[in-house]
């Protein structure tokens, strides 16, 4: 039972133009979502957040939006930069006293084409 | 400075074996994680401890065995490896929201 979902295995921006990945999961139980990109043959390095209770945070060319009635997220990167070609992960946290998880989507490869 | 570390960052072994990754943080950060990624790239978590106690256990084989002798380290021992076991295991810590994950260990059984 997948609870985090990226529905796009892959996708192909041109240098300069925006990239839009993705999100939606099914629990609404869930405190943050977490955006990661990870290079081949390294670990998943953390982009940027947002609290539940927020629909935007923005941080230099990288914004996420917080649909919470959908329960949609997505990361725009504004200008796509050939270095951005990596897979991206979304991620969402439960995260209570005694209780503490973070469910991954599949991941998005994005190739930023220069 | 590396935030997390692990090693090794290959392992090839046959299966009946039994080995372990280790794991160390400098980063002060009181939750630390194991995940497994698998073939199909899918990041999973298997353990998460707070203060060297295991908060969760996501029904992994009792052939895992995680151990944390202090804040900074928290070591996978596995047991009787198998074919399955293959995988990319990747460590991290977290203090607040985000993690900070290891650079990730190939795990190969033959």
């Known amino acids: 039972d997948q609870q985090v979902k990226q529905n796009s295995p892959s996708l192909s921006v041109q240098e300069g133009r925006i990239s839009i990945l993705n999100c939606d999961y099914t629990?609404?139980?869930?405190?943050?979502f977490l955006w990661y990109k990870k290079y081949p043959a390294e670990g998943p390095t953390f982009l940027i957040s947002i609290s539940s209770i927020k629909d935007k945070n923005e941080d230099g060319r990288f914004t996420v939006f917080l649909n919470k009635s959908a329960k949609h997220l997505s990361l725009h990167i504004v200008p796509s930069q050939p270095g951005d070609s990596a897979v991206y992960f979304c991620?969402?946290?439960?995260?209570?006293?005694?209780?503490?998880?973070?469910?991954f989507g599949p991941g998005t490869s994005l190739s930023v084409i220069p | 400075d590396t935030a997390v570390s692990q090693t090794p960052k290959y392992l090839v072994t046959q299966m009946g074996n039994d080995k372990s990754i280790k794991c160390e943080q400098n980063l002060g950060h009181d939750t630390m994680y194991w995940y497994k990624q698998d073939s199909k790239k899918f990041l999973k978590i298997m353990f998460s401890y707070n203060n060297k106690e295991l908060i969760i256990n996501e029904t992994v084989p009792n052939r895992f065995s995680p151990k944390s002798p202090d804040k900074a380290h928290l070591n996978l021992h596995i047991n009787s490896l198998e074919l399955g076991d293959s995988a990319v295991y990747f460590c991290a810590s977290s203090a607040v929201y985000e993690q900070y994950f290891g650079p990730g260990t190939r795990l190969t059984v033959t």
């Open positions: 629990n609404s139980m869930f405190d943050y």
């Open positions: 991620a969402a946290r439960i995260m209570k006293t005694s209780y503490d998880k973070v469910i």
